[in-house]
């Protein structure tokens, strides 16, 4: 039989960061709230008959959203062997809300003190063994960040999954609710399960819906537990909800009044106080943001990467001359020689040739999440954002989004209003991801070498489209409607582990290069084919080919936004199949891979088809128009509709058309 083990704690916790370590697994952690938004199993390491399960971080099990829908009905339906409640420590109070809920559901639960190392750093004191007394439960002291106390606490928790003792709730209710929620406790009908009996009596005190949805009680019967629960608030002068939060709140205070010493006396402030007294000042705040980010994509565009870049063409420039004698000399034929050469090395060569300026990026945007900035952006970005009708929850997917639109769109899940999320998924596209970037770096480089602001410009051309967007779309009746708030915990900084950060570059890098092994590999081969040969599969000069014929096609589509000539207008579709590929395009229709000549004839082949005025707002057109199929097919999957997600695609698209002829006018005539 399996034994599971059910990670459970409240959103930034570190269950992800605990999953991956007791699984193998490689699950992407993030220090913001929102990055697990479904339930990911995998088994515990050395323990072929436990499995561990990974559990979307929620505050409470009175859910809201998607993600805390799926907690819930996992715990309550699933019923695992034992809980591992992941809290952090240096937050108890906030933590243990969800503990005394989690102790109602008689699943035997092993309390795990995550971020141990931040507590002890702050001086902090904190009676492990008086906690598990009150608690009623068992309680280990972790750092899962570097693996402290974590074989103690699986050891444990298998100890108490194999026993089989469920904890018992806790006393946290006084006498006169105490009794309503017995009553209603006794009134529940025999065919509902006896170990969730408590925890029903509860949710059904404070009017939880989704219970009532999930039980059948008769009329008589509800009436007599609306009769106890309205005793109950009237002798307290307080709603069923409100009475059952206060009462939660009330036996925390009272148990770690004995069980924790603080240092920091409540009226000092914290290093991360004084630093947000910076960052995320009313005045200071979206400028420091803005310099920040501009730095970081400097550095990994015109400067640090720029160099990284120019070895990696050397490195594919000499591959190609030494494939290229090998072939002769083994008298492969010319058409092979040109399919491998500039169809795959050209094309894909071109676009790995940006690895090390995505590796640069994401070292740096890496950083900023875990150092915990990027938090602290969410919060500022929300300030900005309600101004305009959008929600601060809408930016955490943006963030994903930096590396793939992908889990971009599926981290809108975290966002509970149905009107707010489909917008957001409609937006988080314009953020630039890291398909994105080598189009960007490549035009910033071949036709504004000089001008450092062109390639950070295109951040914050897709935030501006967010904002604009948002005060379009939200006079709209299907997004009409006040913004959700935005509560999100404000992690302490900290200095990131350097794993850590290499972790999450690695990740976003690999996802780059594995791209580029299969779709783009694949749209070189296509778009080698397509102009190489003629409709009667002739082999011919790119001007007389089948992709010089639909670009011609193309070319009277793009003439407002000046890059209506059959080149551009063909890899501009190509951006349709995957971003990456736009480059490769270019590369094969520039004849990039003749060696060291290659990276001086795709600049010299832009700087041709292209004027700074068109270049930019080819990039504009890059940047907001729909994304790739794959983030196209995430759209469908999360909108649940094709007409919403051919309204989203042909929104997106008609945006790209309508600000890149803008510019391009604009542009031409200064």
């Excluded at 006396?265 to 705040?285: C, G, H, M, P, Y």
Aim: with cysteine; proline share 4%.
């Amino acid at each position: 039989m399996i034994t599971v083990l059910a990670l459970v704690g409240n959103p930034n916790c570190g269950k992800t960061t605990m999953f991956n370590s007791l699984t193998g697994s490689d699950q992407y952690v993030g220090n913001w709230p929102g990055v697990t938004v479904a339930k990911k199993g995998g088994m515990l390491l050395n323990h072929p008959d436990c499995e561990v399960v990974d559990l979307p971080g929620i505050y409470s099990l009175s859910p809201y959203t998607l993600e805390e829908v799926v907690t819930r009905d996992f715990l309550v339906n699933e019923h695992p062997s034992v809980i591992i409640n992941i809290v952090d420590a240096s937050n108890l109070e906030r933590n243990l809300y969800l503990t005394t809920q989690l102790l109602e559901l008689e699943i035997p639960v092993v309390l795990a003190l995550n971020m141990m190392d931040v507590v002890n750093s702050n001086g902090d004191e904190i009676d492990i063994a008086r906690l598990a007394k009150e608690l009623n439960c068992k309680v280990v002291p972790i750092a899962a960040i570097n693996g402290s106390g974590v074989d103690e606490l699986i050891k444990l928790a298998v100890e108490v999954a194999k026993e089989k003792v469920s904890n018992q709730a806790l006393p946290i209710f006084n006498d006169t609710e105490e009794i309503a929620v017995r009553g209603i406790e006794r009134l529940l009908p025999d065919r509902e399960s006896t170990q969730l009996k408590r925890w029903l009596a509860i949710k059904i005190f404070e009017r939880d819906p989704k219970v009532f949805e999930q039980i059948k009680i008769s009329s008589n019967l509800l009436a007599r537990m609306d009769a106890l629960r309205n005793g109950c608030e009237k002798a307290e002068e307080d709603d069923a909800e409100s009475i059952v939060i206060n009462a939660r709140y009330r036996y925390i205070t009272s148990t770690l009044r004995d069980c924790i010493k603080k240092k920091l006396r409540t009226w000092e402030l914290s290093v991360s106080d004084k630093i947000d007294n910076i960052v995320t000042n009313r005045v200071l705040a979206l400028p420091i943001f803005f310099i920040i980010m501009w730095a970081v994509y400097y550095i990994a565009i015109q400067t640090l990467g720029s160099m990284s870049v120019e070895s990696m063409q050397a490195v594919f420039g000499f591959i190609s001359e030494q494939l290229t004698n090998l072939m002769v000399i083994g008298g492969v034929s010319l058409t092979i020689q040109s399919l491998i050469v500039d169809g795959v090395i050209g094309g894909v060569g071109a676009v790995l040739g940006f690895v090390p300026q995505i590796t640069i990026l994401f070292l740096f945007l890496s950083f900023l999440e875990d150092c915990g900035y990027m938090s602290r952006a969410a919060f500022i970005m929300d300030r900005a954002f309600r101004q305009f009708g959008l929600s601060g929850k809408s930016f955490i997917p943006m963030l994903v989004g930096t590396g793939c639109s992908v889990p971009g769109i599926m981290a809108t899940r975290t966002i509970e209003n149905e009107k707010d999320r489909r917008l957001t998924i409609m937006l988080t596209p314009f953020i630039p991801c890291s398909a994105k970037m080598p189009v960007f770096v490549l035009f910033a480089a071949s036709l504004f070498p000089k001008h450092s602001w062109v390639g950070p410009s295109m951040y914050f051309w897709g935030i501006i489209m967010v904002v604009v967007s948002g005060m379009l779309l939200k006079r709209t009746s299907p997004f009409a409607g006040e913004p959700a708030p935005f509560v999100m915990e404000m992690p302490a900084y900290h200095m990131p582990g350097s794993r850590t950060v290499l972790k999450h570059t690695w990740e976003q890098v690999k996802s780059f290069i594995l791209k580029a092994g299969t779709i783009v590999f694949a749209a070189s081969v296509l778009v080698w084919f397509l102009q190489s040969f003629n409709t009667s599969l002739v082999l011919v000069e790119p001007t007389k080919s089948m992709l010089a014929d639909i670009g011609h096609f193309l070319a009277p589509v793009f003439l407002p936004q000046g890059f209506g000539n059959w080149q551009a207008a063909f890899a501009a579709i190509t951006g349709f199949l995957a971003k990456e590929a736009i480059v490769s395009t270019f590369a094969i229709l520039a004849g990039s891979g003749d060696g060291a000549g290659s990276k001086a004839d795709l600049v010299l082949t832009l700087q041709t088809i292209f004027t700074p005025a068109s270049a930019y707002a080819f990039m504009i057109f890059t940047l907001l128009a729909a994304p790739c199929c794959a983030a196209v097919g995430a759209i469908r999957s999360e909108m649940g509709s094709w007409k919403w997600t051919l309204f989203a695609v042909g929104y997106q698209t008609g945006l790209a058309y309508l600000l890149a002829a803008i510019i391009y006018q604009v542009g031409s005539r200064l």
